[in-house]
């Protein structure tokens, strides 16, 4: 079972000479460690950690659809890509869609081929009859509320724990640079630690050409969608 919110603010607590958490009360912490985690996850982000690389399972689009609406996961940082196949199908006809800057002024087609994301929506042409989309994408992960909630980040109460501690300090006025030092140090072990893991998703399909509308099966080779 991984840490959670509750060994953290422990971690935090050994840093403030306080581990019968007398002065610095969960209620007290518990919006600090919250402050802490969005930071660690934002450091996360920038370094292309892999822990924060998801998958949706395949969501329906319409016909006609131009984005995915309520289906559109909440906790989106960056999308990385997006397969579409027909309803129903094996998983190995997932094609590879194309993503834009802006879509194109194309003709709504029997699949969707292009997707943007732009103004936080990820968005298509539309298709002619119904799809399935499977997203790729980098996503927060949930900010703990309650002391039983999971980190979700190995090793990540190494970080928040001085950080909690630096900013409780700074909240009262106290000098904190020596608990930032250590949680500078330990972020960047974690940092090592889930960027050396990560790994992007292997493709079922080549991409299709943004240009042709085709795509480049095994080794380069064309073929047909």
């Not at 027909?86 to 699949?111: K, R, S, T, W």
């Not at 989309?133 to 992960?141: E, F, K, M, P």
Request: glycine share 10%; net charge negative.
């Amino acid at each position: 079972m991984g840490e959670n919110a509750s060994v953290a603010i422990q971690s935090a607590r050994v840093y403030l000479n306080d581990v019968n958490g007398i002065t610095w009360t969960e209620a007290i912490l518990m919006p600090l460690l919250q402050e802490a985690f969005r930071e660690l996850i934002q450091e996360l982000d920038l370094n292309g950690a892999g822990v924060l690389k998801q998958q949706t399972d395949p969501i329906l689009v319409s016909t006609g659809q131009l984005d995915l609406g309520a289906n559109q996961p909440y906790n989106i940082l960056e999308p990385i890509s997006m397969m579409e196949r027909n309803p129903g199908e094996d998983a190995d006809f997932f094609l590879d869609m194309i993503q834009v800057g802006f879509l194109p002024e194309v003709d709504q087609d029997q699949n969707l081929v292009y997707w943007s994301f732009n103004g936080q929506i990820i968005s298509f042409v539309g298709a002619t009859q119904d799809k399935e989309v499977v997203l790729r994408y980098n996503g927060w992960l949930p900010v703990p509320r309650l002391q039983t909630d999971p980190i979700n980040v190995i090793s990540g109460a190494r970080f928040l724990g001085p950080r909690i501690a630096s900013l409780a300090y700074g909240s009262v006025g106290k000098d904190s640079r020596i608990f930032d030092t250590v949680a500078e140090k330990n972020l960047y072990k974690i940092i090592q630690r889930t960027t050396k893991a990560a790994q992007y998703p292997v493709r079922r399909k080549g991409y299709r050409s943004a240009k042709t509308g085709i795509h480049l099966g095994p080794g380069g080779t064309f073929g047909s969608y």
